[in-house]
Each structure stands twice: as structure tokens, then as C-alpha cells.
DNA sequence: AAACAGGCCTAAA
DNA sequence: TTTAGGCCTGTT
């Protein structure tokens, strides 16, 4: 893959596999925001910027030492996706789902972030955990300004750990907002090393995160996946339950995917939102 | 109005 | 080990 610096952005020629409303909407992150002109603007890493796609290439805002240290990774750029897509058509099902998902990446999301997001994605719909989590960093993450806007970064676990689930009243988070604090204490403490954890397989992270309050085995799922980049992860929400119920034999193990599992969940969740537009928005 | 939303926790079999 | 009910809140 090749990139080219221009003033105010990297233009990403010749990539394959990465459109961002794809990417976007695919229910992996929360805070990336369709604009006017197309293009999608968002908070991640600390860092406003707008992604778009024009003409099979790919513009993400900024210089070049952002794209290197950040970009590159959180979209996962080193990795050939059309190959994954490929080993993960195993059968009709998920081959037509791969197809139809074509240019979904994982992101490699912060960790707190994913951790801390997916707790507050229980049992709500999207549209109500981006509202939760704007009003999250609005009330205790950084002021960013971004093409004259303000935006904010996501609290740190720090942060939140300096503060008690009364002070998140304000972003109407409900019974979520104790395990938010506590897990957000168990990791600025050291307790739990989100980082260590990214070292351990699948089963063992999933087993840690569930220690903490509010982290059942979707959400530790999900924080193991896009935060802790594990990509065996096979998240099972009520969607993907359903998909795998009409589709797959009642003894279905994810572990046929291999280390692709993780992205086969993210285009048969993909696809069947889709094809159910009409409920969830 | 009552049920449900990308679950989790606790109590009870 | 599995199952039922409750839970904050917003929307339909």
C-alpha cells in the first residue's frame, strides 16, 4: 500500500478492502460521524480527523507523522483483509456475507475506549450509545478543536476513576454508570493491564475482563476484539445469535474461522443489519 | 401503554 | 449449569 502526503491529509492509493461507511456503521465504534460532505469525522486516539473515500482512494485528515504512529495501526492497514476474506468463506452463508461486507476492517481501538463502551452498549441501541458516550467525553474527556468545531476526547480510565457514578448522572447512562467507574478504577490501578491482557489468548483475556462488575461474556467479547486486537474474538450478540441459529448447526464453534473469526462476525453482523434496516434506527 | 433495546447480576432450582 | 426477573433510560 502506498500513500502519498498532501497539505492537510494522506490519500491512500491503491488500498483495497477499507470503505469507511462500511468500517463505520458496523457496529465496532461509536464515535464516527457521517458529515454533509460524505465524509466522516470522529475522535479516536486522542485525535479528531475526517476519513473519506473518493475515486478508490482513501483521504485521512492530517500530517504524516499522525498516519504513521496512529492511523496506520487503528486501521489496521498491514493487514491484507482480501485474503482474510477469503479463508473466512467457508460457506454460502458467510461468503455471501464477506461480499456484501467487503471493506470492513477491525479497528485496533484504544483499549479503555473499547472496554469502557461496551459496557455502556448493554442491552441499548446505537443510537443511544453514541448519545451516552458523546456526553461522556463532553463532560470529562479533553476539548479538541477540529476545522473550527470543538470536539472531545474520550476520558481516560484515570479520569474516570478520580470520579463517583453519581457525577455521570448527566450523561444517562442508568445502572451502567457504577461499572463504568469500577472498571474504569480497576485499570488505572493496575489491577487490571489492559496491555498485558492484549498478550494473552483469547479465552484467558475474556476470563480476566469478566472479572470486572458489568462484563459478561458479549462485552468482554467485544473489548477483546476491538480493544484488545485479539481477533479470534467472536462476539454473540442477539443479532449474530440469530445468524448463526438459521444458518448453522446447533454445535456451530467459531473456531472453524481460525483467526479470522473475529472478522466473520463483523460482516454476518454486518449483513444482517443491513437486510433489518428498518428496526434498530 | 407496554414492550423492547447489540446484557449483566443475583437468586433459586 | 441453566433459568427468571429486575434494572436506568429512551423510543415506539
Known sequence: MQYIVHENEIELR???DFDPVKIFESGQCFRWNPAPDGSYIGVAMGIAASVRSEDGAVFISGGEED?????YDYFDLGRDYSEIRARVSID???TEAAEYGKGIRILAQDRWEALCSFIISQCNNIPRIKKIIEALCRLCGDRIEFRGEDHYTFPSAEKLASMEPEDLAPIRS????PYIISA?????SGETDLEALSGLDCAMAIKELRRLEGVGEKVANCAVLYGLRIPTAFPVDVWIKRAVEEHYPPDFDPSVFGDAAGLAQQYIYYYIRSSNAASGH
Open 14 to 16: 491503491g488500498i483495497s
Open 67 to 71: 498516519f504513521k504512529n496512529v492511523w
Open 92 to 94: 454460502p452463508y458467510t
Open 174 to 177: 442508568g445502572y451502567r454508570a
Open 184 to 188: 474504569a478504577r480497576s485499570v488505572a
